[in-house]
């Protein structure tokens, strides 16, 4: 099985962005900006975590149960499935 282009764009891009928000929020951590620090974090991580609820109730079978999409949703490795 070989995975799409866009899978693969979407995957780098989102790990991307999380490390330069987490390089960020360091920065901020770092020069005591606690708020900033906050801000950066919040503004990243609510959002990655409704996109990933979402794609769990997108991708649900209801026939039957898929302990392994859950697990990589949880992991915000959603876009792979």
């Known amino acids: 099985m070989r ?3 866009s899978v ?3 995957v780098s891009l ?3 962005e999380t490390t330069a928000a ?3 929020s360091t920065t ?6 606690k708020i900033w620090q906050c ?3 919040l503004f990243t991580l609510v959002p990655s975590v409704l996109v990933q609820l979402t794609l769990i109730f997108i991708h649900r079978d209801l026939s039957r149960d898929r302990p392994l999409v859950l697990l990589l949703h949880i ?3 959603g876009p792979i499935i």
């Open 3 to 5: 995975l799409p282009t």
């Open 14 to 16: 989102f790990t991307a």
């Open 75 to 77: 992991l915000q490795l």
């Open 22 to 24: 987490l390089y960020l």
């Open 28 to 33: 901020y951590r770092s020069a005591g900006d």
């Open 8 to 10: 693969l764009v979407s």
């Open 39 to 41: 801000f950066t974090l």
